[in-house]
């Protein structure tokens, strides 16, 4: 069984730093690229970042770029995501998710990540 368990989260105020992990087990990590998504109240999940299978490319929303880094550590079957100078709009449910398919390239759309985490909250205060 496939799980995703992410950890991280909490309260910072603005121009803070957080540091998000995602523990993957149940699948060989290597072989899949990953992603984080988030969701403020009341709208859509939006992509983050994401990162590829061997972790030699990035990809970021233009809302984190320059702010936001994601990593993953294949030795450990994890991956991070580093939030520096956090804005009260970063408040969200951060997701990290797991592409669908082995060896497939990046992505930005959450209908093809087919694992979830279970989510875990971020509160930027202003």
């Known amino acids: 069984q496939v799980q995703l368990v992410e950890s991280g989260g909490g309260l910072v105020p603005a121009g803070g730093s957080l540091r998000l992990s995602c523990a993957v087990s149940g699948r060989t990590f290597t072989n899949y690229a990953m992603a984080w998504f988030r969701q403020a109240p009341g709208k859509e999940r939006e992509f983050v970042a994401g990162i590829t299978s061997g972790g030699g490319s990035t990809y970021y929303a233009n809302s984190v770029k320059g702010r936001f880094t994601i990593s993953r550590d294949n030795a450990n079957d994890t991956v991070h995501l580093q939030m520096n100078n956090l804005k009260p709009e970063d408040t969200a449910v951060y997701y990290c998710?797991?592409?669908?398919?082995?060896?497939?390239?990046?992505?930005?759309?959450?209908?093809?990540?087919?694992?979830w985490g279970q989510g875990t909250q971020v509160t930027v205060s202003s």
């Open positions: 998710a797991s592409r669908n398919m082995a060896y497939s390239s990046f992505s930005s759309r959450a209908a093809l990540y087919d694992y």
